[in-house]
Nanobody, 128 residues
Framework: QVQLIESGGGLVQAGGSLRLSCAAS????????MAWFRQAPGKEREFVAT????????YYADSVKGRFTISRGNAKNTGYLQMDSLKPENTAVYYC?????????????????????WGQGTQVTVSS
């Protein structure tokens, strides 16, 4: 069974930091694009960041650029999202996703339909 398992969420004060992790099992995603999305209550799932297979290319939503950093683990089958200077509006369930058909990011990468594997999500709550 293929799984993407997120961890690292929690409660943090505004201005604080969290590091989310995404561990893949059941399939090797080391040659695929990975991404992070988030969904706040009552809102649609939105793009946060994406990274190419080797970490060489990244792309961010404007709202997180300069504060969040996406990366791959050394084995490339893990993903990370370092979140700094967190704001209350960053409160959401954060999801890891993988695109098993592509290794480089492109115009599809910020769209949910580009990804065929999803994790169960991890809650991030930022208090003011």
């Amino acid at each position: 069974q293929v799984q993407l398992i997120e961890s690292g969420g929690g409660l943090v004060q505004a201005g604080g930091s969290l590091r989310l992790s995404c561990a893949a099992s059941g399939r090797n995603f080391s040659t695929n694009v990975m991404a992070w999305f988030r969904q706040a209550p009552g809102k649609e799932r939105e793009f946060v960041a994406t990274v190419s297979w080797n970490g060489g290319s990244t792309y961010y939503a404007d709202s997180v650029k300069g504060r969040f950093t996406i990366s791959r683990g050394n084995a490339k089958n893990t993903g990370y999202l370092q979140m700094d200077s967190l704001k209350p509006e960053n409160t959401a369930v954060y999801y890891c996703a993988a695109d098993s058909a592509h290794y480089e990011i492109d115009s599809r990468s910020p769209r949910t339909y580009a990804y065929d594997y999803w994790g169960q999500g991890t809650q991030v709550t930022v208090s003011s």
